[in-house]
């Protein structure tokens, strides 16, 4: 299936309009009023939330190994499960499973 570029610039507008009016929906139209306690707990979870769904795929169906499970990445995946839950601290989970994930490669190339 091929596009034209036409289409595919168009598709990209539609797609910027769509994502801007739903960040406006929420953070234009409640501005600086105070928001209840209930959304502000929820709003703490969001990069906890998007981060697995970004790096799952990559974790557990690698286009390095084409789809095959690799021990560096689930490694790097556990330490970073692990230091994120002892620490509460999303860049040093990060910054942990990505040394170990060079680590474990470096090791088992």
Do not use: N
Not at 6 to 33: C, E, H, N, P, Y
Not at 36 to 43: D, G, I, K, Q, S
Request: include cysteine; charge should be positive; proline fraction near 7%.
């Amino acid at each position: 299936m091929t596009y034209s570029d036409a289409t595919i610039w168009w598709i990209i507008v539609a797609l910027g309009i769509g994502t801007f009016l739903i960040r406006f929906s929420f953070l234009g139209l409640i501005g600086s009023r105070p928001m209840p306690p209930w959304v502000l707990r929820h709003l703490r979870y969001t990069s906890v939330a998007i981060l697995p769904g970004l790096v799952a795929p990559l974790v557990i169906f690698p286009q390095v190994t084409d789809g095959q499970l690799d021990p560096p990445r689930l490694l790097a995946a556990a330490v970073t499960v692990g230091v994120g839950y002892w620490t509460k601290g999303v860049v040093r989970a990060m910054v942990c499973g990505a040394i170990t994930l060079f680590v474990m490669l470096y090791i088992l190339g």
